[in-house]
């Protein structure tokens, strides 16, 4: 496995990326969408240099449409802004979808290997949506996923209070290889903390191929809304991999091999990603290794209180601007021995 440039900055997908290009979404339509629709991020194996993930964020006009799935890939298709319609096999899905991927879990549709479906933005408001995927070798059916059958968890302590909703991962929804998750941390927290690992197979990893795609929300618009900004690191567990990178909204971030973390979210500006993993096994297990140097810091959140921010009763995290919406999901145990 040799992957290629490991920042892909918005509208660059994984050809031609570099560790500095231009934020925002490329605004040249795609072939299987129409005028005025963005392509955000555009990942396949092939162009990452590796075997499974993939990511394909858009951003649809009013009345876009895209054309998604056929092939060897299974796919997540989740709504980030907006609503969007699924047509697939035959059946039309509506997803609610959510206000920004700050309030909260959405409702999702997965596609079984081989299926085609039509992605629809409503005619009078523009969407945001991501189609994760993974190459697969079995075909299992689509389904509808309901916002609250997502499970979601607090992890963490303190300064490293994370929330994260599991899609795929930990959940009833049976896929062949596709693991997705999204985390967001409140400004000035770090997650994916300790750093860790999942580049082999033992008893306690698997190997995982990792895109991570973020949002950054933006300064209070009293302040002018200014873009935020996060930070992210990958290095090196014995093949050599050394990036700390700026991320803003739009951007993302391959993880081949090697720890990964922190996430770091500048204070003043929530961050969310999207984890997206596929790998070779087939118990499709996330196992993942703390890096030794700082596994310690997990002993450090007994006795700690969860960031008021992620609980129900405070104000959780949110764009700028918009009103505080509480986390939903049917579960927020703290779970600090599992962390992305």
Known sequence: MSAGPLVLRAGTGATGATAGGTAGPDRTPHPD????????????????GWSYSGLTVLALAPGGRHRVGGGADEALVLPLAGAVRVEVDGVTVDLLGRRDVFAGPTDAVFLGRGSRATLVAPDDAPARVAVATARATRTLPSRRLAARDARVELRGAGAMSRRVTNYTLGTDVDVDRLLVCEV???????????????????????PLEEIYYFEVAAAPAEVGAAPGVGYHRVYASGKPVDVLAEVRTGDAVLVPHGYHGPSMAAPGYDLYYLNVMAGPADDVRWLATDDPAHAWVRATWE???????????????RSAGAAPARPAGPSTARTPEEAP
């Open 184 to 206: 967001l941390t409140p400004g000035g927290n770090w997650s994916s903390y300790p750093p860790h690992k999942h580049d082999v197979h033992a008893e306690d990893e698997r």
């Open 33 to 48: 969408g129409r005028a005025g629709d963005g392509v955000v991020q555009a990942i396949t194996p092939e162009s990452a």
């Open 303 to 317: 006795g700690q209180p969860v960031d008021p921010r992620l609980l129900p009763d405070g104000a959780a995290p």
